[in-house]
């Protein structure tokens, strides 16, 4: 350490990460600067924390002996994409043909749910899911699993391996599904309380109450959920509301009394922070409102939104009313783990409500968006001081299509739409959690 860098305490740092960085400090609908972009950056880290983000001029020399240095020079460092709806469980059904929601989860979502009463089957596919998340540079996600405890452990446990900061849940529902697959509002009381005592804030790990969604919980089982959250005022919880019409007229017919789809759950007081509802299609002026002023948050789920004909999310009424979105795979109705062929459809799905989504606002929704969407950006989403060093390294010419684009690109922002439109997994060359390399795609 020398007195040219008075302010960068080198001394006690133990990683650094040398690449062209990008990362987002707010909103860029709200502010011309919300991103920040490093063309020859270097990332110092201390046991996987962010010390600074600096120009590697000024400090390359500077690093103490040891240090251990990932050189990515000529890749792009953003930090990891964040996920904020999907099922583990539905990885292996993922492209079922031909059906519509409540169809589809009759047909081949219940069957394949199932399964996940078998733990030894239950730790293979969350296994596996956890490789298609570092393998698409996402590094944290919100993730149902079945209705089964063990399907509980078996995603926390490999995310535990793996030290991924992972939301989730064991699915609650107490009606209008195979009996197999049904809970009571006592036993999905007594074992959500448990798997919070084992796994909330253990480690990385974040517990949410995970209600199916409103058909399939009666109004008991919906207070239970209420209940867990007043006693665990620190946890999550997540669901799914508007996501068909037919859906949507289904909940009209089980709960008369309620204004809108929205309101069944407001009325059990589920709306607040750290309330995530995946879809958010069909609702309305008042529904959006109520999003708004409880701080409840939407996961924009294009995939599953085309792939099962639901509807199309509209971000400008979101915007409108400034509530908290982020992009989500929502696997197995979505067609695909990485959050870079997400962000594609989600651009295609605002051109046909004759909406705008900038490249900056997509890698937003998918970082630092998606972050404060799930109440993790005090811990995750940016690459400021003291956050946690989840980060994907990414190559934007990964295929020969994507090299022949990038040559005549001239602007960062043509670049990263070039890579939300063309990239995938190939593009993801390595993925890092708490500064350490997780995933690499040229060992595999
Ligand atoms: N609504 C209730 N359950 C599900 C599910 O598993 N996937 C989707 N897309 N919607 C749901
Ligand atoms: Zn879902």
Known sequence: MT??????????????????????????????????????????????????????????????????????????VMPGFIDTHTHYPQSGMIASHGLQLLDWLEQYTFPTETRFAEREYADKIAAFFCEQMLRNGTTTSAVFATVHSESVDAIFE??????????????????????????????????SSELIQRWHLKGRNLYAVTPRFAPCSSPAQLEVCAQLISEHPDIYLQ????????????????????????????????????AMFAHCIH????????????GAAMAFCP?????????????DDARAQDIRVGIATDVGAGTSFSLLQTLNEAYKVCQ????????????????????EALYIDHRLGNFT???????????????????????????????????MMLG????????????QRQYSRSTQ
């Open 3 to 76: 007195s040219d860098l008075p302010s960068l305490d080198t001394d006690s740092c133990d990683t650094a990460i040398r690449a062209s960085f990008l990362h987002f400090l707010s909103d860029p609908d709200k502010s011309g600067d919300a991103h920040e972009y490093l063309d020859d950056g270097l990332l110092i880290l201390r046991q996987g924390r962010v010390q600074a983000l600096v120009e590697a001029v000024d400090a390359i020399d500077y690093l103490p002996d040891g240090t251990a240095l990932y050189d990515y020079s000529g890749r792009l």
């Open 158 to 191: 490999q995310a535990q391996q793996r030290n991924m900061c992972l939301i989730a849940g064991k699915v609650m529902m107490d009606r209008n599904a195979p009996e197999n697959l049904c809970d009571t509002a006592e036993s999905s009381y007594r074992q």
């Open 239 to 274: 669901s799914h509301v508007a996501e068909n019409l037919d859906e949507v007229r289904w909940v009209s017919e089980l709960f008369p009394d309620n204004r809108s789809y929205l309101d069944v759950y407001d009325s059990f007081d589920l709306l607040g922070p750290r």
């Open 283 to 294: 609702l309305d002026q008042v529904d959006r409102e109520r999003m708004a002023a409880s």
């Open 303 to 315: 995939t599953s939104n085309l792939f099962l004909g639901s509807g199309l999310f509209s971000l």
């Open 352 to 371: 046909l409500a004759g909406q705008s989504l900038t490249p900056l606002k997509a890698f937003y929704l998918a970082t630092l968006g998606a972050a």
């Open 385 to 419: 001081v003291g956050k946690e060093a989840d980060f994907v390294v990414l190559d934007l010419a990964a295929t020969e299509l994507m090299q022949c684009r990038m040559e005549q690109a001239q602007t960062l922002e043509e670049r990263l739409f070039a890579l």
């Open 424 to 435: 995938d997994d190939r593009s993801v060359q390595a993925t890092h959690l708490m500064g």
